[in-house]
């Protein structure tokens, strides 16, 4: 299969662009987050002296140190630890709760859907250019790995397609300006019923049969609106409406900003997508200057090494992209020159890995010894109630390929386990018990040929999972606005 050969001059232009317009359009319509309103901007209002700090940037900085430290094929575990360790602080909507069910000891994905409200959200689209970038040109690659970081907050949800669909266009967008083809290459990758694949569609005729702007945008709201305005359907919309309608970068990232709702994350997506297709240079001075080269860390984000310039940034990038597009990508290399093949759009188009991750069971948790992935499987919520029999089951794989060996469960006193009928490609029990406490660890002994092999996984009771009204936030402290139970004020005094 002939490969798409990229210029590393070209390529660390894009990258450069990515992150720089992924800061001007998050500063651009960071003071009118959460309005509902049309807006009229032409430029920034206020004129920033610097970059806005931007929780859109600062987890993508968090999964660059991941990336660097436990390399290209991160597992969920991975994740849930960065983000436990460096993230913890953060309150807003799917963070809070995905935060909320780690600390209670749920594994992900199911840490990114029990009692979390907020699964159809921006916070993992907001997320998808690490991805792109490490994976050019390879947009499977790139909606696969989105995946992953996706379901730690949106397992199941509209958020983890819309991250998918990002991160693909962008991947894309390094070989490829074609803004009907990218639209293409993105959907291919998620179902085309979601919500997001359809209001983005919506967004597209509307172009295409030369609906104005503005009737343009009342169509989205009307069809695809959602009281909050952090909802991903209308805002995926409205960043189309920007990109199709505008005339240039500014125009482009205004008209979607001037949609209102999401508009920090509307811009700063907007932004890098524009920056990749034109790079760096592409991107006019005077949209550039006022932001300058420097990276601001959000207050919640804690204990990175992060870049402090966006061309630093540029660089560890690049250092992590070799290693991915060399271990990872069977279509892209780096080269001194460009070269596309002529099955480039084929290539482009591929969707296997894609739809290998989004075949995953997210009613499950994960857990990794070794090179060997444990999964268990809750059928549902993981609750057990007292006196009620459940099945759950468990999943064994190494390299993507599936493993048997017995497996044996461990539950606290007095439960009753009883091993039933293999199904689904899992090894399955009952469990049940009188009394069920608020957190209940099972543990699961592998016994392989080479060894022993163990996980620890919690299911809840009654007690602990009570439920969590709709449009709830975890709570906050009073003073630094951190989660209560990462509160920053003694590290700040």
Request: charged letters at 25%.
């Amino acid at each position: 299969m002939d490969k798409i050969e990229l210029a590393v001059s070209e390529y660390q232009d894009k990258v450069h662009g990515a992150w720089l317009g992924k800061n001007i359009g998050g500063t651009l319509g960071a003071p009118y987050e959460g309005k509902k309103f049309v807006n009229s901007l032409e430029y920034y209002a206020p004129v920033p002296q610097g970059a806005s700090p931007n929780d859109d940037l600062d987890f993508q900085l968090v999964w660059l140190q991941m990336l660097e430290e436990k390399g290209v094929t991160p597992t969920l575990a991975d994740f849930a630890e960065y983000w436990m360790r460096h993230l913890a602080a953060y309150p807003w909507n799917e963070y809070g709760f995905c935060l909320r069910n780690l600390e209670r000891g749920l594994r992900p994905p199911i840490s990114g859907s029990f009692e979390n409200y907020y699964v159809d959200e921006m916070g993992s689209p907001i997320r998808s250019e690490i991805w792109a970038c490490v994976a050019p040109g390879d947009p499977q690659l790139a909606a696969s790995m989105a995946w992953k970081d996706a379901v730690l907050d949106h397992a199941g949800g509209e958020g983890t397609y819309g991250e998918m669909f990002w991160a693909a266009v962008e991947s894309a967008a390094f070989v490829l300006n074609d803004p009907e083809k990218l639209i293409q290459i993105g959907l291919r990758m998620i179902p085309p019923g979601s919500a997001i694949a359809r209001a983005i569609r919506e967004a597209r005729w509307c172009r295409e049969n030369a609906i104005s702007w503005a009737e343009a945008r009342e169509r989205v709201v009307t069809w695809f609106g959602h009281h909050s305005p952090c909802s991903a359907p209308q805002n995926h919309a409205f960043i189309m409406l920007g990109w199709l309608y505008g005339k240039d970068f500014g125009d482009c990232l205004c008209r979607a900003v001037n949609c209102g709702y999401d508009t920090d994350c509307t811009g700063a997506t907007l932004g890098a997508l524009l920056g990749i297709i034109g790079g760096a240079a592409s991107i006019p001075e005077k949209w550039k200057s006022p932001i300058g080269e420097e990276i601001i860390l959000h207050k919640f984000t804690q204990g990175i090494e992060a870049p402090r310039t966006v061309g630093e940034l540029t660089q560890r990038t690049f250092a992590i992209a070799q290693k991915c597009v060399d271990e990872k990508s069977d279509s892209v290399r780096f080269a001194e020159k460009t070269r596309l093949p002529k099955n480039l759009l084929s290539l482009l188009f591929r969707n296997e890995k894609a739809e290998a991750v989004l075949q995953q069971d997210v009613l499950a948790a994960v857990a990794q010894d070794g090179d060997l992935e444990i999964t268990l499987h809750y059928h549902g919520e993981p609750v057990l109630q007292p006196g009620i029999r459940r099945t759950i089951g468990v999943s064994l794989q190494k390299n993507r390929e599936s493993v048997q060996a017995e497996v044996k469960l461990n539950v606290p006193q007095d439960w009753q386990v009883t091993e039933v009928a293999d199904m689904f490609g899992q090894q399955r029990f009952t469990i049940s018990a009188a009394k069920v406490s608020g957190r209940n660890d099972i543990g699961v002994e592998v016994a392989l040929p080479e060894g022993p092999r163990h996980a620890n996984f919690v299911i809840l009771g009654l007690d602990e999972a009570q439920g969590f009204p709709g449009g709830g936030k975890v709570p906050r402290c009073p003073k630094c606005r951190a989660r209560v139970e990462a509160c920053i004020c003694q590290s700040r005094d």
